[in-house]
């Protein structure tokens, strides 16, 4: 089964929509489909670009969305969408940005053996499907009934936590070990954020600041950019600083440290503050900041 059919046959088994799989357009496009179906499936993805994973990611976890109603000065039109989305691609780094890796479940399909006649395969389907239909509403029921009682502490800080709950509780109807799912998000996200951090040119040179500098970090943005500098060349990894994300000023850098602090916090047990006020210690101003590796790491 390759990961198009995947897609289409989870897509057609909760949402009548027609249109099952579907390329990138442009927002507004990714909105309205949002609107008018209840799953969203984007077929033979190569690459998604910065806004894509902006506007996945707020569809994802719920958005509103407003624009000029056709033919009208004044009048607005107005959506709200929160849906599953299915990404189909080939490379598996599409969520390379930290923020939409935090909200996958990555799914790496083996290397098809053999090819089945699609008209075979349908067949084959329709004669499982009230089985499969039967096993996902005793998951949803399970869900339903059980999601309250599930208990997250232990498992640090979840992404998605009331999604990791349903989950659990519909895995545990299902006949699941108590904590399974759990456990195996967690791994995959944690497989999801190692994708996200090779491609994330400052939380790197940030890991490699802290291997030199295990007792931390304090400072300015403007300091802290040659200190990553000299530390990348330190490390042998210079080569990073001619690449196209690595920040030219330390403005682009102050920003870009905070998209890359979800992923050094979780694959490199790096914390980051913002906002620390140095004028005491003659380290900086009010608008600091210290790294430090986590206590017991």
Do not use: H
Not at 7 to 36: G, H, S
Not at 149 to 154: H, K, R
């Amino acid at each position: 089964m390759g990961k198009s059919t995947l897609c289409r046959i989870l897509q057609r088994e909760i949402d009548p929509n027609f249109a099952d799989l579907r390329p990138f357009k442009k927002e507004d496009d990714m909105y309205v489909a949002a609107y008018n179906s209840w799953v969203q499936a984007y077929d033979n993805i190569s690459r998604i670009t910065s806004e894509d994973a902006d506007v996945l990611c707020r569809i994802s976890t719920g958005s509103g969305y407003a624009k000029r109603a056709l033919r009208t000065d004044a009048n607005q039109f107005q959506m709200r969408a929160c849906r599953p989305i299915l990404l189909n691609g080939i490379p598996d780094d599409l969520a390379e940005r930290s923020d939409l890796a935090d909200r996958c479940i990555v799914q790496e399909l083996p290397t098809l053996e053999e090819t089945r006649d699609e008209e075979d395969f349908w067949e084959a389907f329709e004669k499982a499907r009230p089985r499969i239909l039967g096993a996902l509403f005793t998951g949803v029921a399970g869900a339903l009934a059980g999601y309250k009682e599930i208990d997250l502490s232990g498992y640090g800080r979840v992404r998605m936590p009331v999604f990791a709950r349903w989950a659990e509780a519909g895995c545990r109807a299902l006949g699941f070990e108590e904590g399974e799912f759990l456990a195996a998000f967690g791994v995959n996200q944690g497989r999801a954020m190692r994708i996200a951090f090779a491609r994330d040119f400052v939380a790197r040179a940030v890991a490699a600041l802290m291997e030199q500098k295990p007792e931390g970090w304090r400072g300015n943005t403007k300091p802290l950019l040659a200190a990553l500098e000299r530390a990348l060349m330190k490390s042998g990894q210079g080569d990073l600083m001619s690449e196209k994300g690595w920040p030219k000023n330390d403005t682009w850098l102050g920003r870009q440290l905070r998209r890359s602090a979800p992923v050094l916090r979780k694959v490199c047990k790096i914390e980051i503050e913002f906002g620390v006020d140095l004028r005491a210690d003659g380290e900086g101003d009010k608008d600091g900041m210290t790294i430090r590796k986590l206590p017991g790491e």
